[in-house]
């Protein structure tokens, strides 16, 4: 589906990088008694919590670059020479890793701090998308991968008379939680 509008919220407020803070804190001392298999926990979460934020922000300029490509007039495509581009593979690929590292993150932060705060649809799009080529040898109804809406104001995967939906606002407000969280870590 072609993406008409942008309604992804910006995230680019969150500048601090939470593998740049982790090291300085290796390098400072400040988890000098810390376990050995807590900083092994640490060191993944920091490096997950900042590709889920990446790939948020990728997505989002994804989905701009689709609107603006499907704001061009036939006139202006052809006067270009380049065909029409579609941005459609870009966004999903993004979402996807996104979802990963946000259901990744929460086994994590689960494990050291016995809080969850994804959603159980954030992690069940996430299961759907690892196990999507079972979907297909089991000839599962509806399409082969995630789907953004136009208004780009959910995703979902539809399959077998199931939908499984997560409004894009749901993924912001999991990232502003695990930054938030991991930065006081």
């Not at 603006?68 to 052809?78: P, R, T």
């Amino acid at each position: 589906m072609l993406v008409t509008k942008c309604n992804i919220p910006d995230i680019s407020d969150l500048k601090l990088n939470a593998t740049g803070c982790f090291i300085a804190g290796l390098l400072t001392g400040k988890y000098k008694n810390i376990d050995p298999k807590m900083e092994k926990y640490i060191t993944v979460l920091v490096r997950l919590v900042d590709k889920a934020i990446y790939e948020y922000k990728m997505t989002r300029e994804a989905v701009l670059d689709e609107v603006k490509e499907n704001g061009l007039s036939y006139k202006q495509i052809i006067k270009r020479g380049k065909g029409q581009l579609l941005h459609t593979t870009v966004i999903i690929n993004h979402l996807e890793n996104c979802i990963n590292a946000i259901a990744r993150c929460n086994k994590i932060l689960k494990r050291i701090t016995n809080k969850h705060t994804s959603s159980s649809e954030i992690q069940k799009v996430r299961n759907s998308i690892e196990h999507m080529d079972q979907r297909i040898a089991d000839e599962e109804s509806g399409p082969a991968s995630l789907n953004i809406s136009e208004d780009s104001l959910a995703i979902e995967i539809v399959g077998n008379g199931n939908i499984l939906k997560v409004e894009i606002e749901e993924l912001e407000k999991e990232i502003r939680y695990l930054y938030n969280d991991i930065i006081k870590i």
